[in-house]
């Protein structure tokens, strides 16, 4: 069960609890905030030893370390040492963007010795599997990525999915374009497949 889930059948969890203690509020009042969706508390179990932290708006506000590997610099040791860095700074999560060959050996070495929720990008490994090639990237993969990267312990993801085909162009009129790698990626991808990442009803296209 999810902590969206629990929220929304009432139910408090330990770590809703030791958020709430952590931020000195309401166990009931975050319950519910978390279930209206103004507030989320980023925890994998399987993240082990990891601190439950929520964001929000009735929340302290939180600071977020980018790290990781480039194709051509640093490794696994170099990530960790970055990742001390970041934690002894007082990061209160940090993000994995480890491109490259060897990514899942890096991201569980941060896993393993972060105490803080860890976020990913799954695009960027799924490009990386590709070699590149985005317009051939096939959606069932990146799905794959996203289901293996949780099953490892991620405990957060940054999905591109905030635009439509047809909104591409005026996007790309902006004085920056699309400066988000990875939405730069989805963007290609939509263009030249001719399909979009959006969600859909039942019955609806």
């Known amino acids: 069960?999810?902590?969206?889930?629990?929220?929304?059948?009432?139910?408090?969890?330990?770590?809703?609890?030791?958020?709430?203690?952590?931020?000195?509020?309401?166990?009931?009042?975050?319950?519910?905030?978390?279930?209206?969706?103004?507030?989320?508390?980023?925890?994998?179990?399987?993240?082990?030893?990891?601190?439950?932290?929520?964001?929000?708006?009735?929340?302290?506000?939180?600071?977020?370390?980018?790290?990781?590997?480039?194709?051509?610099?640093?490794?696994?040791?170099?990530?960790?040492?970055?990742?001390?860095?970041?934690?002894?700074?007082?990061?209160?999560?940090?993000?994995?963007?480890?491109?490259?060959?060897?990514?899942k050996s890096i991201r569980q070495g941060m896993l393993d010795a972060s105490p803080k929720p860890l976020g990913t990008v799954p695009v960027y490994e799924t490009v990386s599997r590709l070699k590149g090639d985005i317009p051939a990237m096939d959606p069932a993969l990146l799905l794959g990525v996203i289901k293996e990267q949780a099953e490892q312990g991620v405990d957060f993801m940054t999905l591109h999915a905030g635009l439509l085909r047809r909104q591409i162009p005026e996007a790309m009129k902006r004085k920056m374009g699309i400066v988000s790698r990875g939405g730069a990626i989805m963007a290609e991808w939509m263009m030249e497949s001719g399909r979009e990442t959006r969600c859909t009803s039942a019955g609806t296209k």
């Open 1 to 103: 069960m999810t902590q969206l889930e629990a929220a929304r059948k009432g139910i408090i969890t330990e770590a809703a609890a030791a958020v709430a203690a952590e931020e000195r509020i309401d166990a009931a009042a975050l319950r519910d905030a978390v279930a209206r969706g103004t507030a989320v508390i980023p925890f994998n179990p399987a993240h082990a030893n990891c601190r439950p932290v929520g964001v929000g708006r009735m929340l302290s506000t939180k600071i977020n370390a980018n790290l990781g590997r480039s194709v051509t610099h640093s490794g696994k040791g170099d990530e960790l040492e970055k990742l001390d860095v970041a934690l002894k700074a007082g990061a209160d999560f940090v993000m994995d963007l480890s491109v490259g060959a060897d990514v």
